[in-house]
């Protein structure tokens, strides 16, 4: 019998205040998610032996792009991987995609999502075999993005659209919003049992410095009020509440 091939794995590295890089590996390959910096992540798969073969952006914010010049310099061949509708935001990408496109990478195929909402031209990335979802700043973990150029509507479609995806999906969400998010659904909906049980979860991961991330789409269904809406408005005034929600 042969060797089996390698199980592709995923890894974060915290950036800035409070953003994560995410670092798909298989082999001696790697593809990285939402490079906010060049200098963590070339320090990370220098120190592994990696080979950086493409760069996936979800949308188009400084701090999902910012390393992507760096990571070049370093790895020119690299294919970088974003959203065909935003190339004058995302001016380096050699690969644009969009909603139900598909494509290779480290020996598996990627899906992609249209999920606007934050912006108008975000974009996900499914890996339907291993498991994984890479939703930039749509879906947080207890949380979704803020409505920064798109509509309650689109929010509330993109989210229905994740939420269909498999219970036992990762959620590698961009950002450590965690305990705010839960803190303010627990605020919301004080008698629910299964929000209380995961923040206290997730206060104990913090106080201990691990991150709360990944998350499952089942937990999300469970426990995200986002995800829980039953229409538009109701996330657009959930969404309104916790723009204005003070800790």
């Known amino acids: 019998m042969g060797e089996l091939p390698e199980a592709l794995q995923v890894s974060l590295i915290p950036v800035l205040n409070d953003n994560y890089v995410f670092v798909i590996e ?4 790697a593809a990285v998610v939402d490079p906010a910096l060049a200098e963590p992540v070339i320090a990370a798969l220098e120190a592994k032996g990696l080979e950086l073969t493409a760069i996936l952006h979800t949308h188009h914010h400084s701090d999902h792009i910012g390393g992507t010049p760096g990571l070049l310099q370093r790895w020119p061949q690299a294919r970088v991987i974003a959203s065909a509708a935003d190339r004058l935001r995302i001016p380096l990408q050699t690969e644009g995609v969009q909603q139900g496109d598909h494509f290779p990478l480290l020996g598996e195929e990627v899906q992609v999502l249209d999920v ?7 974009i996900a990335f499914v890996l ?6 890479f939703c930039g700043d749509t879906l947080f973990a207890g949380g ?4 920064f150029e798109g509509t309650a509507e689109q929010m509330y479609g993109s989210l229905q659209a994740l939420a269909a995806l498999p219970a036992e999906t990762q959620v590698w969400c961009a950002h450590e919003y965690t305990q705010a998010n839960l803190r303010w659904a627990a605020q919301q909906q004080p008698e629910d049992p299964a929000i209380a049980a995961r923040l206290a979860d997730v206060l104990e991961r913090r106080h201990q410095g691990l991150p709360t991330i990944p998350s499952s789409i089942g937990l999300e269904r469970a426990t995200n009020l986002f995800v829980r809406a039953c ?3 109701e996330l657009a005034d959930r969404r309104l509440s916790k723009d204005h929600w003070k800790a």
């Open 116 to 122: 606007p909402g934050h912006t108008r031209a975000h």
């Open 144 to 147: 979704c993005g803020r409505l």
């Open 26 to 29: 298989r082999g001696q390959q």
């Open 128 to 133: 339907p075999v291993s498991g994984h979802l």
């Open 231 to 233: 229409s538009t408005s």
